[in-house]
């Protein structure tokens, strides 16, 4: 009977046990299921962010490239030239008039323009360089080259 009993208080054990194995491992896989569906949703929340973000940069690339035959350009196109970096361009305002003789020297300005599309902010570098013409920091300089044909 002794043994009976302990055959069975085992049998009971081992099914209580896995009963609440059973029920710890559903847990678990629920809670990995449910960490899958989370990352899923971040993946494709931060693939849609990245195509947004790429063809914001897409679209401002084009305005940069477009901009002299845009009305809101205030310029002449062929006053403009693209440097792209720091800023997009600079602009001799008046230069083909003087060149064509239509214009006077002191009718010249040179205005640096940064085109922005959307929400986009100039960057501390842009920032720094506005700041520097507006103190005045600004000058021309001419760098003589000299070859030597020895």
């Known amino acids: 009977m002794l043994i009976g009993a302990c055959i069975g208080v085992v049998i009971t054990t081992l099914i209580l046990s896995n ?30 962010r990245s195509v947004n973000t790429s063809r914001a940069v897409l679209k401002g690339k084009m305005a940069e490239q477009l901009a002299p035959i845009l009305p809101e ?9 693209f440097l792209g970096d720091p800023v997009d361009y600079i602009v001799f305002d008046g230069y083909t008039d003087f060149r064509d003789g239509e214009g006077q020297a002191e009718d010249i300005d040179v205005v640096l323009i940064d085109i922005k599309s959307g929400q986009a ?8 360089i506005a700041e520097a ?3 005045g920091r600004v000058r021309f300089e001419t ?8």
Do not use: V
């Not at 449910?34 to 899923?40: C, T, V, W």
């Not at 902010?121 to 720094?128: D, F, P």
């Open 143 to 150: 760098l003589r080259i000299d070859f030597d044909d020895t």
């Open 121 to 128: 902010r100039l960057t501390k570098g842009q920032q720094a």
């Open 133 to 135: 013409i507006r103190a």
């Open 19 to 48: 009963s609440r194995n059973g029920r710890i491992k559903a847990e678990y896989e629920q809670y990995i299921a449910e960490l899958e569906l989370e990352h899923q949703q971040a993946l494709m929340a931060a693939q849609k």
């Open 73 to 81: 350009f205030r310029y002449l196109p062929s006053d403009a030239k």
